[in-house]
């Protein structure tokens, strides 16, 4: 067991994802207490908010594999693949779906109804602005960049 876990540390590409993603949530765990003045460890694992973290996971992916394998490389077209449809889902698919989800929460609380389905509050923050999008993407080519810098 502590070889796999010694080889998973030597995996420089999955290191970086992993750093890239860890980072992203710490920083939006940050401004989210920053925005609200309240800490919500929520933030340390959920969707949503400043940067993003999904978009920092597949962004340092795909460039660590452009920095270990070339971007010529096959792998390297199948990550900016995957993260092109994280990122347009991130900042499309999802945050439409959080925008209706808090028009059905305040639906819901103006009708005051004795519903079951009343009792359950829809998660709002679910995607990302643009913004939000593009600084996770900054973040995750930035780690990826450090770490093929630094860490051989």
Same mark, same amino acid.
Do not use: C
């Given at each position: 067991?502590?070889?796999?876990?010694?080889?998973?540390?030597?995996?420089?590409?999955?290191?970086?994802? &992993?750093?890239?993603?860890?980072?992203?949530?710490?920083?939006? /765990?940050? /401004? +989210?207490?920053?925005?609200?003045?309240?800490?919500?460890?929520?933030?340390?694992?959920? +969707?949503?908010?400043?940067?993003?973290?999904?978009?920092?996971?597949?962004? $340092?992916?795909?460039?660590?594999?452009?920095?270990?394998?070339?971007?010529? $490389?096959?792998? &390297?077209?199948?990550?900016?693949? %995957?993260? $092109?449809?994280?990122?347009?889902?991130?900042?499309?698919?999802? !945050?439409?779906?959080?925008?209706?989800?808090?028009?059905?929460?305040?639906?819901?609380?103006?009708?005051? /109804?004795?519903? /079951?389905?009343?009792?359950? !509050?829809?998660?709002?923050?679910?995607?990302?602005?643009?913004?939000?999008?593009?600084?996770?993407?900054? %973040?995750?080519?930035?780690?990826?960049?450090? &770490?093929?810098?630094?860490?051989?």
């Amino acid at each position: 067991m502590a070889e796999f876990w010694a080889a998973i540390g030597k995996n420089v590409i999955l290191m970086t994802a &992993f750093t890239a993603w860890a980072i992203a949530q710490i920083l939006k /765990t940050i /401004t +989210a207490f920053w925005k609200h003045e309240k800490f919500k460890a929520e933030r340390l694992v959920g +969707a949503g908010g400043m940067p993003s973290s999904h978009t920092s996971l597949v962004v $340092s992916l795909a460039a660590a594999i452009g920095f270990h394998d070339g971007v010529e $490389s096959s792998l &390297f077209a199948v990550a900016v693949i %995957l993260a $092109s449809i994280v990122m347009y889902d991130a900042a499309g698919v999802r !945050r439409a779906a959080g925008k209706q989800a808090k028009v059905l929460n305040k639906l819901m609380k103006e009708l005051k /109804t004795d519903h /079951t389905v009343h009792d359950t !509050r829809l998660k709002e923050l679910l995607g990302h602005t643009p913004l939000e999008v593009l600084a996770g993407a900054v %973040l995750g080519f930035f780690i990826a960049y450090m &770490f093929s810098v630094y860490y051989k």
